[in-house]
């Protein structure tokens, strides 16, 4: 007897701002098969943004992530390409990280990274859309909570830490604060499963898999 294939599904992975090793656990409790999302703030805060930033693009170069701007990614591109040799201002301590080497080679990459992944009856994006024009907008909030009304389907998000993955009328928030003692989290649009594993200053435990 033939066994059906199960079709490829979709997780999009809430704001790893440097926390390498919450990452890795994390790439280890999802099907390897599955498409990955990381929306964007990927960088900045935690304590190895080389190490995230290397090993997501090379999931994107892979072709099996996409990686979403988010507003830290914008405030980094912008310091590169107006002082591309200073050591203060936005993303100061990840240029010192990446040296001027790096910062060269990642404000090429970091220019080519999309604001949104639109799925079947939903979209991923950072922080949400400018209800005044329905574009991507990487720092709205309230405004986008409160006057969405479903013409993308669900839009999941990252951009605003919460206690674990929530849910509003068509928006889902998948940022669970890793780099401040929250979790990681990923979320899949097809399933609405959680997948979460400790972010810093956690004990080690295993991961939760709940539907949201």
């Known amino acids: 007897m033939t066994s059906v294939s199960r079709k490829a ?3 999009v992975i809430g704001d790893v701002h440097g926390c390498s090793g919450s990452l890795e ?22 304590p ?11 999931l994107v170069d892979s072709g099996r992530a996409i990686w979403l701007r988010g507003n830290h990614e914008q405030d980094l591109i912008d310091a590169l ?19 001027p ?14 604001l949104a ?5 939903w979209v991923a994006t950072h922080a949400g859309f400018n209800p005044s024009t329905w574009q991507p907008d990487l720092r709205v909030r309230m405004g986008f909570w409160e006057q969405y009304d479903g013409r993308f389907g669900d839009v999941v998000i990252g951009h605003t830490p919460g206690p674990n993955v929530r849910r509003l009328p068509n928006i889902v928030m998948v940022d669970t604060g890793a780099c401040y003692g929250g979790d990681l989290s990923a979320y899949c649009p097809e399933s609405r499963e959680v997948v979460s ?16």
């Open 9 to 11: 599904r979709h997780w």
């Open 25 to 46: 656990q994390l790439l280890a409790q999802l099907p390897a098969g599955d498409r990955l999302i990381f929306c964007g703030d990927a960088i900045n805060r935690g």
């Open 48 to 58: 190895d943004t080389p190490a995230t930033m290397e090993r997501i693009w090379g």
């Open 81 to 99: 390409r107006s002082a591309p040799g200073s050591s203060g201002g936005a993303g100061a301590e990840t240029r010192r990280q990446l040296g």
């Open 101 to 114: 080497e790096g910062c060269a080679l990642w404000l090429k990459r970091l220019e080519q990274l999309p």
């Open 117 to 121: 992944y639109w799925g079947e009856s």
């Open 197 to 212: 594993v400790p972010g810093l200053a956690h004990n080690l435990q295993s991961p939760s898999l709940s539907p949201v």
